[in-house]
């Protein structure tokens, strides 16, 4: 008796507990929808014919109109309903008034004349692979050579760059905040730590003069390369803070073996550091590969466009040619996704290092 | 006397010793290039703009002083205000509906189910799709004529709102494809989640506290130094609110003899997007002037959510 009210307990509590791990798969998916769909629709309409982008309501699998060949010659197919409901595919070679030119495609002889409201587009799955070629030839202006190929390459060596200055500038600067003691090192540090404040509308105006005016880099990638070889703030912050946490003694058991500042950050500290430095190695990349504002102001001329910008070129002042820009969208993504993919940990470690205190 | 209480005010400076000049020799050596960086790329631009923000300077034609008349126009230029005004919107609404929307998106992400992995994964990827790709892509969601969105609405005889054309409704379009790359804040909150001592939890359950009274007064609590964090990184963020705002622009006025930046009716010029249409037209001066009123607004509202916040933040340990 005892034993069977246990049971019969336990089975509610079961039954309960999968409701609720029911209950929360459900609203994990509810929201989970808000975020995934769109990028489904992304890659759907990548594949997309033109003739398939405008269509009302919008097909989610990228449609086309069945086509079949006649003589050499491609022609739509629709389906024809006959009196007795049986419905009939037939491929019309064209339309006048209300009428419309139909062939029955395995009879193509005879030419049958078909009430146009009764005649119904027939649409198949179809993938449009060549968008993806097309987008990354489209030339902006005819005659001359750019097209998204060169702005990916550009892009390529604007992140490349960034990446490898970020590395290699803010790694000393962070070390000598973390582990060198010399007077006024926690006065400096503030003025790092403010400098994250400013806005960069602030040094905007005169960093273009001295850009263009002065060193005379206009419409090139140095004003958008060089600046990353001097270190930022921010990432000498995330530095610092992982720097601190190796210990102290260590530094100082080489310092007493006679080991250089320079031997104790390249021997000991910069190999314990790899976590940190693929992090920000990521988010350097990440953040050239955005980066929108910086391109706009810097870059004229469209050979040097980065992605980010060139992206605006499938936007034409009368149309947008919603396909190809998504599909150069994608090509704009993958590489991220990839990435992220392979670097997960890095990204994550990344996301909660900026968001944490000490 | 006198020389005794200055020196207790302002310790006098005492002559390095040997050690400690060496110490800092090698310091400026491994600090140079953020040295050289802040002076070029820093502290001379911003001493150049103050001084570009106190005249008429164009770019082209000779310079006059102009002490404070670019911030005497701005006070008096109704585009500023305009910008102003719908920056101030994005900062109260987007701000607040994201942290609010990115608190409960961690909480589901940290319930304890199969998969929860990839439901992280899901939940995140569309903040690291670059800005460009996003908003054009949400661009072709909202499309009033033939979108997704406005099909989907039409399933329950729902009409779209024109995102593109209708004033009050670019700023909500701006707001919620804003809400799709809140990855980072949801990652940030969801680390912050598993913070939480898991046996305070337990304990308040014991003691027969709901899973609302847990949330309210454990969680929210725990996670208020991440809430004031998110806050001041998603304000400032939003003052400076610009690549969005330029490509939905862009969009909303193809068709249209010239791109209207702020299209429609100047309902999406934000600050950052007046500032940029001020320096294109070379008002370097007026420009300067926008760009440290600016700094100025963060820097007071960032110092005014530290002092609020000072109460109302609960740090462990």
Not at chain 1, 24 to 49: E, R, Y
Request: with cysteine; net charge positive; proline share 5%.
């Amino acid at each position: 008796m005892k034993r069977r009210t246990v049971y019969q307990k336990s089975l509610s509590v079961r039954s309960h507990l999968a409701a609720e791990t029911f209950g929360k798969h459900f609203l994990i998916w509810i929201v989970g929808a808000f975020f995934f769909i769109p990028f489904l629709w992304m890659i759907s309409t990548s594949l997309k014919a033109n003739t398939d982008i405008g269509r009302v309501p919008p097909n989610f699998i990228p449609m086309d109109t069945k086509m079949v060949e006649i003589d050499g010659q491609d022609f739509p197919v629709y389906r024809y309903s006959l009196d007795d409901g049986t419905q009939i595919e037939v491929a019309v070679l064209g339309f006048e008034g209300e009428q419309a030119r139909a062939v029955d495609p395995s009879a193509p002889d005879e030419v049958m004349i078909l009430p146009k409201d009764r005649l119904e587009e027939v649409l198949v799955i179809s993938f449009h692979w060549e968008n993806f070629p097309e987008a990354m030839q489209r030339a902006e202006r005819p005659g001359i050579n750019v097209n998204y190929l060169t702005y990916l390459k550009n892009s390529l060596i604007i992140a490349f760059f960034s990446v490898i200055g970020t590395l290699i500038s803010c790694t000393p600067v962070a070390y000598a905040f973390a582990r060198i003691r010399f007077p006024g090192r926690e006065a400096l540090f503030i003025v790092v730590l403010a400098s994250m404040m400013l806005p960069f509308q602030v040094t905007m105006i005169p960093l273009f003069r001295l850009f263009n005016e002065v060193l005379g880099w206009g419409d090139s990638f140095l004003p958008l390369i060089v600046p990353t070889f001097f270190a930022n703030a921010y990432d000498i912050f995330l530095l610092r803070q992982f720097f601190r946490t190796i210990p102290e003694e260590m530094c100082d058991a080489a310092r007493v073996d006679g080991a250089s500042e320079w031997q104790i950050f390249s021997k000991i500290v910069l190999p314990l550091s790899i976590p940190i430095l693929s992090t920000i190695a990521v988010f350097t990349f990440l953040w050239a590969w955005n980066d929108f504002t910086g391109p706009l102001i810097f870059l004229q001329s469209h050979q040097n466009y980065t992605m980010a910008l060139g992206l605006q070129d499938f936007q034409g002042q009368r149309q947008v040619l919603w396909n190809l820009l998504m599909a150069a969208s994608v090509v704009f993504t993958v590489p991220i996704i990839i990435a992220f993919f392979f670097l997960q940990k890095q990204f994550i470690q990344g996301i909660k290092l900026t968001g944490l205190k000490e | 006397m006198r020389q005794n209480t200055r020196s207790r005010r302002w310790p006098r400076l005492r002559p390095l010793g040997r050690k400690e000049r060496r110490s800092l020799w090698t310091a400026l050596l491994f600090l140079s290039p953020w040295l050289v960086g802040f002076l070029v790329f820093t502290l001379y631009p911003m001493v150049a703009s103050l001084i570009y923000s106190l005249t008429n300077f164009n770019g082209l034609v000779s310079t006059r002083v102009a002490w404070y008349s670019n911030y005497a126009e701005l006070f008096q230029d109704p585009k500023f205000w305009k910008s102003l005004g719908n920056t101030a919107y994005m900062v109260l609404f987007s701000v607040v509906i994201t942290l609010f929307f990115s608190f409960i998106c961690a909480l589901l992400l940290n319930f304890k189910v199969r998969g929860q992995s990839i439901y992280r994964v899901l939940f995140y990827l569309p903040s690291i799709i670059p800005t460009v790709a996003s908003t054009m892509l949400w661009i072709w969601i909202l499309k009033p004529d033939n979108g997704v969105l406005s099909a989907l609405l039409g399933l329950f005889g729902l009409e779209s709102p024109n995102w593109f054309l209708d004033p009050n409704w670019s700023k909500p379009a701006l707001i919620l494809l804003g809400l799709w790359g809140t990855g980072g804040t949801i990652v940030i909150y969801l680390a912050g989640l598993q913070e939480v001592p898991q046996s305070l939890l337990e304990a308040a359950e014991l003691d027969g506290a709901g899973w609302w009274q847990r949330l309210r007064h454990i969680t929210i609590p725990m996670v208020s130094p991440i809430t004031l964090f998110n806050l001041i990184t998603g304000v400032i963020g939003t003052f400076q609110y610009f690549s969005q705002a330029y490509v939905f622009a862009k969009f909303a006025s193809v068709g249209k003899a010239s791109i209207t930046l702020g299209a429609p009716l100047q309902s999406t010029l934000f600050y950052s997007v007046y500032l940029y249409q001020r320096f294109f037209e070379f008002r370097w001066g007026y420009a300067s002037a926008m760009a440290w009123i600016l700094f100025l607004i963060i820097l007071v509202c960032t110092l005014l959510l530290l002092r609020v916040s000072r109460d109302s933040t609960y740090y462990a340990g």
